[in-house]
């Protein structure tokens, strides 16, 4: 009976590492993925929760949607407003359809970031700690949770076989 708990339990331990892995693999520490028009924008960030007055590192993605190359884009827009009140909007430069920037947030809030290029936009939300986190933000903690699980029972795993 023991090794049947065991093996499921690696089954377990080996599904929830590979499905961890493809989870997190797309962005820095957090981000969003969209489609718009002929783009696929993919804008990740550094760390997943950013602290208000605290550089957070910021890459941005425009790939042709089609051919999954970098598009032939030389520069996007990009907007960062909370509660509907703009705090940062420029343009930056890409090359081969990658850029990246710091900005320091100066509020704690969820922020919107938005991102143009030729006319279509993609935009997530990014919670800077202090309000209560968005629906994606809550995604992110529950991979959080069944990656302690899954620690957990690794552990206990490994102090069974120890005896």
Do not use: C
């Not at 783009?39 to 957070?56: L, M, R």
């Not at 907007?79 to 710091?102: E, I, P, W």
């Not at 919670?127 to 990656?147: D, H, K, Q, R």
Request: charged content about 15%; overall charge neutral.
């Amino acid at each position: 009976m023991e090794k049947i708990t065991r093996r499921t339990a690696y089954l377990f331990i080996f599904f929830s590492v590979t499905a961890l892995a493809s989870f997190v693999s797309a962005h820095l520490d957090a981000g969003f993925d969209q489609t718009a028009g002929p783009y696929q924008f993919d804008v990740g960030w550094t760390p997943a929760a950013p602290v208000a007055g605290e550089s957070t590192l910021l890459a941005i993605n425009v790939l042709d949607e089609a051919a999954k190359q970098p598009a032939n884009v030389s520069s996007v827009w990009v907007r960062f407003d909370l509660k509907d009140q703009v705090h940062f909007a420029g343009t930056v430069a890409l090359q081969k359809g990658s850029a990246s920037l710091t900005y320091v947030f100066p509020k704690a809030g969820v922020w919107t970031v938005t991102v143009q290029a030729g006319g279509h936009q993609a935009s997530g939300e990014l919670w800077v700690p202090g309000e209560t986190p968005s629906n994606e933000s809550w995604a992110w903690m529950l991979a959080a949770i069944f990656g302690i699980a899954t620690a957990v029972l690794a552990f206990t795993l490994f102090k069974l076989k120890r005896r």
